[in-house]
């Protein structure tokens, strides 16, 4: 038996008038089952109120709340975009899914989190299936050599030429780097050769 549209509206007015950390969680949790449940949401303007009331609220509940939100979201291609972005600036724990797979967020939001958030931010998006030349020349910048690895190893990132002989010469020193650009299906073979004199 499913509960009457009145009880649920009742329990959400007593669940918004709750300031308590459990109350905020418990609010937080409803609207997002609302959210993906699409017979409960009729129409654009509530699916932007509860985008509204979970926007608001995010910041106020347990890191475990926000893990599940933001792993259901990542997911989702038609995903608020801002609360995407909320989600995806959080710790890693609660970010990391997000990072790695929602389709929502754009080259512009993953270069800032690279550029301001931590090593495991930078190392999750190098994960990231099709990162862009922009975004791989933004984690080539890190100078951090395991983020900058990972994203060598990552066959569907886009690499642009300069960055590629960048990353040639650092190889010179950085040894690990050697196998995994010879492996890349995109190297090209003038810089295959110019490798070989140090490989």
């Known amino acids: 038996m499913t509960t009457p549209p009145d009880v649920e509206m009742q329990e959400l ?3 918004a008038r ?3 950390v459990n109350g905020r969680t418990r609010l937080v949790q409803v609207v997002g089952d609302l959210f993906f449940e699409e017979k409960s949401v009729t129409n654009d303007r509530e699916r932007a109120l509860m985008t509204q009331i979970l926007q608001q609220l995010i910041h106020d509940v347990e890191q475990s ?3 599940a939100l933001a792993d259901r979201l ?3 291609n038609d995903a608020p975009s801002e609360l995407v972005r909320i989600l995806a600036n959080d710790e890693i724990d609660v970010a990391h899914k997000i990072l790695h797979s929602s389709m929502v967020l754009q080259d512009l939001e993953l270069i800032e989190i690279i550029q301001h958030r931590t090593f495991e931010h930078q190392l999750t998006i190098a994960m990231r299936n099709d990162v862009s030349e ?3 020349d933004a984690l080539v910048e890190t100078g951090n ?3 900058i690895q990972t994203l060598i190893e990552n066959e569907t990132a886009t690499i642009s030429e300069n960055t590629l002989e960048y990353l040639v010469n650092e190889s010179k020193t950085r040894e690990p780097y ?3 650009l010879l492996d890349r299906p995109d ?3 003038h810089l295959a050769k110019r490798m070989y004199w140090w490989v």
């Open 18 to 20: 709750d300031k308590s």
């Open 74 to 76: 990542a997911v989702e």
């Open 13 to 15: 007015l007593d669940l």
């Open 65 to 67: 709340v926000r893990k």
């Open 187 to 189: 190297f090209s073979p």
């Open 178 to 180: 050697q196998k995994s």
């Open 145 to 147: 050599s395991k983020v």
């Open 134 to 136: 922009a975004v791989s």
